[in-house]
Each structure stands twice: as structure tokens, then as C-alpha cells.
């Protein structure tokens, strides 16, 4: 996980979130009277933060606060909060002070002629709403994500296949995202790679006697254009791939940048030339065709599982990954795997979980002009996954949501924002030329824990750096305000 590099240590930031431990005690309700009870809340919402930061075990090489002391030096242990600290976050979200907060940065002319809001605390209607549906861009990303996480049992992982019939092997995709060429022991999360299936395929034809086959491929899987015909044409070659069962690598090719035009051909080459390297003889060249029902399983390598691939996507803004998933959603509900089954997925799910559908969806990713999508949308996703049980793989929303100034897409945003919002703010980004959006999780200075959802679609040309920095101001205020309603 990148971080930026400033001037204050890490452990210094690790205390922005002494606030927000504070704020979900008192969110969830909870009233500390008994000291057993009180170590159980504080566990409970201990971790429920460190979902929402995605945080890990600490590691002495990446954080020097856990370097133990030299030998003989003997530090006094910290002190845990006190009981009545716990309450410091019970209060409603005030809708006067979230209006007086935003509208500094919220009113200023940079951000065009349509600007869309809704703020929220972590269950209830919205305190402050403005505005109506926009074009969200990735934050589309959202709405694809919450789906996955309900529409896919936990755990899920997409295989890629080998099967057999005679001499005729197939290569069978399972719409694995992540699948690369080769191995890379750095990737996060782990990735199926197709050099580790050529070396089980070559072992498998060796033991069954075979030196040579002719090689197919299937993608089958999925249906429907592969390429969005919502996309501008612009996006070929470089911005993202057509959507297939079958890519490596992100779609891209072997050799060079951009994007392959036929991603499954190119993960069927690729493969062929891995084998060939294991001293498999391929005859002709791979060919598209369909895996027989009664072919025999020779190898297989499988994705990470669907929570893992929602928290990457998240973090770093995937559009092919977005774009698969909304396909196994739209499976996943009884569809076919086009991208317009995944869009009726969706809707079925949101209304199942009583959040409000999307005026207009084109894709899953955000990349279609075409979406239109009301920021009460948004709020009512972070809601759902807030409220929901701990082990509910909704809850899985937050680990990937990028941490202002720390991680994905936020890593070196915020740089011009007031220092409340780092580690403070934990959003996903929405970026399309006259567009910018951010939506996700704040704690504000006063403990008060809210979901925002922030959208601008008709920016001036030219502007939409700067636009961009004023929403960030804008999630920045909400991180330092008293927000909370007395009483």
C-alpha cells in the first residue's frame, strides 16, 4: 500500500485515528458502564476501524514505531482512554453545520453548473442533500463493488482451465481479472498466473504420453459485446481492453503498452509460446473453440477470492476488473454474463438492500458518460455497508476505499487540502474529463463518523485539476468541523 512522503512521522498519523475509535463507539449506540464491558466495545470498534483502514499486523521493517527499544531501555505502556472519552462521538449529524460547512467550498464557480451532494451520518436519512443524479465516473466502481460482495457467495474464486480430448487441449477462462503471464511473488492480492498452468499442463500431457497437441481456447463464459458500446472509441488501445473471460495482464499485450484488441487470442498465445518453453509441440496456432462437457480436467490455476479483488480494484481504480466483476454479478442473478445482465444484477441488488437505483447504469466500471447516479445512491451504499454485520461480505466495502494521503487513488491527493483530512478521510475518486466525483467515510473533528458522496460533472474546460482540489477541501472541511448535534 503506496503512502505519501511528508514531514510528519508515521506514527504521528497512526493518532488521527484515535478520534474516530471514539466517535463509532458512540455511533453504534453503545453506553460504557462496566469496565468488561467497556474492554468489549472497545475491541468490537477497534475492529470495525481497522476494517474501514484495512489495516494489518504491523510490521517492524515498514514502521519504525515497531522496532522494539534497545536492551535496557525500559518505556512506560500507554494508557487506554478513559470511560467517559467514549461518549465524545454521540450525537446526530447536524444539517445546519454541515451546510455552513460546505458551502465555502462547495459554492465556488470552478466546479461548473451542476454540482450534486448528500451527507450522511452512518445510518438515517441524509442531514444535507443538493442536487440530483451525475455523472458519478468511477465511483460507478461503488455501486459494482457492493454488488459483488452481496451477489458472490464469499470466498469465490474464478479458475482458469486446461482440458483435454484426444490431442486437442482448451484453454478455458473463468474471468479471472487478475490473471497474469507470470508469476510476480510482489502482487497484491496473489495472482494465478499462466506459466504456472503451462508448467502443470507440460507435467499432465507428459505423464498422459502426449509430446504434442493442437490448442483451442474458450471464453465463453461471458456474453454480449466485449467492447461497451458506450465507450468512446478513444478508449482502444490505451484506456481499457475489450471484456472478455479470457485476459491476461489486464488486456494488456506481451510486448509494449496500450491494450490488446482480442485479449483472449493474446492469453492463448501467450500460453502456447509457455508451453512450447515446457517442450510442448503446439500444432498451427490457438483457435477459438469450445471446451467439450466431456474433456478431461488436465490443470487449473484460480484467482484470489472476490474480496480480495473488490479491495484491489477499489484501491487502485481497475476498470477491467470493475468490468469483469459486473459480468459475474450479472451471472451470479441468473444472467447470461453480458454486461447488460451485470447492469440488471446490480438493480436487483440495490433493491434488495433498499438502496436507491441508479437513474441510468452503462457499465461497472464508470467509464461510460452514459451512467447517471444520485450521490443518495452512494450515501446508501456506505450506509449498508456500515450497518451491516461483521461478517457480512458487504462490510468488505471499507478495506478498499483509499485513505486520504496514505493510499490508492488518495496517495498523493490532499497535498493542498487543510492536514484534518489525512488518514481522516477514506473515499473512492471519480475522474472523466469535466468530471470529479469523491464518496466515502469521514471523522469529524468532534468524533461525529458521516458518508458523503461529492459530484461535479459540467466543470469548466481546463479546470478540472483545480475542481478536483476543491472537493478535496471540500471532504477536508468535513473532517474538521463539529458536525455532531448537541443534545
Not at 508448467?199 to 454480449?224: H, K, M, N, P, V
Not at 487449473?300 to 477499489?314: I, K
Not at 454486461?339 to 434488495?352: F, M, Q
Request: glycine fraction near 10%.
Amino acid at each position: 500500500m503506496g503512502r505519501r512522503d511528508d514531514r510528519r512521522p508515521r506514527g504521528a498519523r497512526r493518532l488521527l485515528w484515535a478520534v474516530p475509535v471514539v466517535a463509532l463507539v458512540a455511533a453504534a449506540g453503545v453506553v460504557v458502564a462496566e469496565p468488561d464491558a467497556r474492554d468489549q466495545v472497545e475491541g468490537t470498534v477497534r475492529g470495525w476501524v481497522d476494517d474501514l483502514r484495512g489495516v494489518e499486523e504491523p510490521d517492524p521493517g515498514a514502521d519504525p514505531a515497531q522496532v522494539p527499544p534497545p536492551d535496557g531501555l525500559v518505556l512506560p505502556d500507554v494508557e487506554p482512554p478513559a470511560a467517559p472519552a467514549l461518549a465524545l462521538g454521540a450525537r446526530e449529524v447536524s444539517p445546519a453545520q454541515v451546510r455552513r460547512t460546505l458551502a465555502g467550498p462547495l459554492g465556488q464557480q470552478v466546479l461548473g453548473g451542476r454540482v450534486s451532494v448528500a451527507v450522511a451520518g452512518l445510518t438515517g436519512p441524509a442531514a444535507y442533500s443538493s442536487g440530483g443524479a451525475a455523472i458519478p465516473a468511477s465511483t460507478t466502481k461503488l455501486v459494482t463493488a457492493v454488488a459483488a460482495l452481496h451477489a458472490l457467495e464469499p470466498g469465490t474464486t474464478f479458475a482458469t482451465r486446461v482440458v483435454l480430448e484426444g490431442r486437442d487441449a482448451v484453454l478455458v477462462g473463468g474471468g479471472d481479472p487478475f490473471l497474469e503471464r507470470r508469476p510476480d511473488a510482489d502482487a497484491e492480492p496473489d495472482r494465478a498466473d499462466l506459466a504456472t498452468l503451462a508448467r502443470r499442463t507440460a507435467r499432465a500431457l507428459r505423464e498422459r504420453g502426449l509430446r504434442s497437441i493442437r490448442l483451442g481456447y474458450d471464453d465463453g463464459l461471458f456474453s454480449g459485446p466485449a467492447w461497451n458500446p458506450t465507450w468512446p472509441d478513444t478508449y482502444r488501445d490505451d484506456v481499457v481492453a475489450p471484456i472478455t473471460a479470457l485476459m491476461v495482464d489486464d488486456g494488456r499485450p506481451a510486448d509494449g503498452p496500450g491494450r490488446s484488441l482480442d485479449p483472449s487470442y493474446a492469453a492463448a498465445d501467450s500460453f502456447a509460446a509457455l508451453l512450447r518453453q515446457r517442450g510442448v509441440r503446439i500444432v498451427g496456432v490457438p483457435r477459438e473453440a469450445a471446451a467439450p462437457d466431456d474433456a478431461e480436467p488436465v490443470a487449473q490455476v484460480e484467482s484470489a477470492p472476490v474480496g480480495q479483488l473488490v479491495d484491489r480494484l477499489l484501491q487502485v481504480s481497475d476498470n477491467e476488473t470493475s468490468e469483469v466483476l459486473l459480468r459475474h454479478v450479472g451471472l451470479a442473478t441468473g444472467g447470461a454474463g453480458s454486461t447488460k445482465d451485470g447492469v440488471a444484477g446490480v438493480r436487483a441488488v440495490l433493491e434488495e438492500l433498499g438502496v436507491p437505483v441508479p437513474r441510468r447504469l452503462r457499465d461497472g466500471s464508470g467509464l461510460s458518460r452514459d451512467n447517471l447516479i444520485a450521490p443518495a445512491t452512494l450515501v446508501g451504499l456506505l450506509q449498508v455497508a456500515a450497518a451491516s454485520e461483521q461478517d457480512d461480505p458487504v462490510r468488505g466495502l471499507f478495506p478498499g476505499l483509499p485513505v486520504a494521503g496514505f493510499s490508492g487513488s488518495l496517495t498523493f491527493r490532499f497535498d493542498d487540502a487543510p492536514q484534518a483530512a489525512v488518514g481522516r478521510v477514506r473515499a473512492k475518486t471519480g475522474t472523466l474529463r469535466g468530471v470529479r466525483s469523491l464518496a466515502g467515510v469521514v471523522v469529524a473533528r468532534d468524533g461525529t463518523p458521516m458518508v458523503f458522496a461529492l459530484m461535479a460533472d459540467r466543470i469548466p474546460e481546463a479546470d478540472d485539476e483545480t475542481a478536483e482540489a476543491v472537493l478535496d477541501r471540500a471532504a477536508a472541511a468535513l473532517a474538521a468541523c463539529r458536525c455532531g448535534r448537541a443534545g
